[in-house]
């Protein structure tokens, strides 16, 4: 293959040392030290500071990704946010059509100029699967080309959604002609050169394209070693699906080899780097992913790895990410979720089924009725929920003739956008997510919720809590569910997991 204008030759291979017999290993997925190859190429860490400055709409960014790599791309989100929070470029994401207008929604809540696009590659049905990687990978794994259709743009910046963004990564847009990429290592601390692209293996993770690659030669060309990939082309290439492809394209093309800051194997930094993430830019999780450690196989679950860093890092961003978007709905909409005013009457009828509520006499009561949970709403998709068997009808006989609240977690207002709220229902959000909780009680302003309220072992105990914490100053008759403990004794807090069904309507950065 012929290089593209402008004409740059091959990248010096200087650092790669051919003082052994010439022998190349048949796999690079080891996780044990092997003896130093005949060829390899040890990688190069900046030691400096970097200052994150918004690279503005002349750069774009691409990752893809389907509904089970949705955790790591709202990670990826985040945290590229939080490094750039006056962020305006656009974020491609290119899927097979798992993300659902729900996943869409969340996304786009966090950021305006996130954009979606399911390919249809003519190339599809030449995917080779003669190794459980290509297997594994599928087509997903080969979406990422589709940065080259991008246009109008200086850099197209190509991320894999398993990336944690932990600094500035502005040499990838800096000034120059090059392709920019980190070479792959981490099983090892160095990479490997292959002996049919003479250069050493680059991460696909992790890719700058510059301005003038873009366009339909190089998908073209890329399209047509995809088709051939099932071809052999060296040992070290065979074994992998995407790398190989992106390796051959990129063999004869100017190519600038950045520090191994800008993509850090996680095994890299757990052997090598003793779990020190100071001065990286990015993070890495090739391998076990760490919202899918409970489903990893045995043999891949003792692969070498951090799941907890990604873990802390994403309920980091995601908790500041709730407490922006509850705070930014309370301005947009002062009147839900703020201090109840004064009650027709002292006693207020808490329940979590309508059908409980039917039974209060009293014209003047003043009922509160829970929905506390996602699991309650009758729903194929999030997108299309539909309302408890019978709790529709109830609601509006209530409605019709008493003082009828509806409280809801903060996490589930976009299903009842979907819905609506019923006329003459009064709705109120509280802001109750796992794992976040309020330390030492709820934060309040008054009877006015400010911050995550206590979980207390289920959804529907800590909504009775919170909502009977709210109601201070009324007499509360709990009519159903399970019984809360009252204001002054909330409780212990439960931390459980990780929630990955956020909300959905909210104030939009971007």
Same mark, same amino acid.
């Given at each position: 293959?012929?290089?593209? &204008? ?15 017999? &010439? ?49 790591? +791309? ?8 939080? /490094?750039?929070?006056? +962020? ?56 990422? /080309? ?7 743009? &200086? ?9 944690? /963004? ?84 990129? %063999? ?42 409970? =489903?990893?196989?045995? %043999? ?6 951090? @799941? ?20 930014? @709905? =309370? ?28 039974? /209060? ?5 003043? +009922?509160?009725?829970? !929905? ?32 009828? @609240? ?10 009842? %956008?979907?819905?609506?709220?019923? &006329?003459?229902?009064?709705? @109120?959000?509280?802001?109750?997510? +796992? ?14 919720? !400010?911050?995550?309220?206590?979980? !207390?072992?289920? %959804? ?51």
């Amino acid at each position: 293959m012929r290089p593209l &204008e402008p004409p740059y030759g091959r990248l010096d291979l200087a650092c790669w040392h051919s003082d052994a017999p &010439e022998h190349e290993p048949h796999s690079l997925g080891g996780d044990d030290l092997s003896p130093i190859e005949p060829r390899h190429w040890f990688p190069e860490r900046h030691l400096g500071q970097l200052e994150a400055k918004n690279p503005g709409t002349a750069v774009a960014f691409v990752t893809v990704a389907n509904a089970r790599f949705y955790p790591g +791309l709202e990670a990826l989100l985040l945290s590229l946010l939080a /490094i750039y929070p006056d +962020l305006s470029s656009p974020f491609v994401v290119f899927h097979d059509g798992s993300l659902t207008p729900f996943h869409q929604q969340q996304l786009a809540t966090i950021y305006a100029r996130v954009r979606f696009d399911v390919p249809n590659p003519d190339w599809a049905s030449d995917l080779p699967t003669d190794s459980p990687n290509r297997e594994r990978i599928g087509l997903l794994g080969y979406l990422n /080309i589709f940065a080259f259709s991008l246009q109008n743009f &200086e850099r197209v910046i190509v991320l894999d959604s398993d990336v944690l /963004i932990v600094g500035p990564l502005d040499p990838l847009w800096a000034p120059g002609e090059p392709f920019r990429a980190v070479v792959d290592c981490g099983a090892r601390p160095y990479a490997l050169v292959s002996s049919h692209t003479r250069r050493p293996i680059i991460n696909s993770g992790v890719l700058s394209l510059p301005g003038w690659a873009l366009g339909a030669t190089f998908l073209d060309r890329i399209a047509a070693l995809i088709r051939r990939a099932g071809q052999p082309a060296c040992p070290l290439l065979d074994g992998f699906a995407d790398q190989k492809i992106w390796n051959q394209l990129l %063999a004869d093309q100017p190519l600038e080899l950045l520090p191994i800051n800008f993509n850090c194997n996680i095994k890299y930094l757990v052997q090598y780097l003793e779990g020190c993430v100071e001065g990286l830019s990015l993070i890495h999780f090739a391998g076990p992913k760490p919202w899918l450690r409970h =489903e990893q196989p045995r %043999a891949r679950s003792r692969s070498i790895t951090d @799941h907890w860093l990604w873990l802390r890092h994403y309920r980091q961003l995601l908790f500041a990410e709730r407490l922006r978007q509850y705070r930014a @709905h =309370e301005l947009a909409s002062p009147d839900v979720g703020s201090p109840l005013g004064a009650a027709a009457c002292d006693q207020a009828w808490l329940a979590v089924h309508p059908a409980s509520l039917l039974e /209060i006499d009293g014209d003047h009561a003043e +009922l509160h009725l829970i !929905l506390h949970s996602a699991e309650q709403f009758v729903e194929e998709r999030p997108e299309t929920p539909h309302w408890p068997t019978g709790w529709l009808e109830a609601i509006r006989r209530l409605a019709q003739s008493h003082s009828l @609240h509806l409280w809801i977690p903060f996490g589930l207002r976009h299903r009842l %956008a979907v819905l609506g709220c019923p &006329e003459g229902v009064i709705c @109120h959000h509280v802001l109750l997510e +796992l794992p976040f909780s309020a330390e030492g009680g709820v934060a309040c302003d008054g009877a006015h919720q !400010l911050g995550f309220v206590p979980w !207390l072992g289920s %959804a529907e105990a800590s909504m009775l809590a919170a909502v009977r914490h709210r109601l201070a100053g009324r007499t509360v008759r709990i009519v159903d569910g399970v019984p809360a403990p009252s204001p002054g004794s909330m409780g212990d807090h439960v931390s459980v997991g990780c929630s990955v069904d956020g909300s959905g309507d909210g104030s939009t950065r971007g």
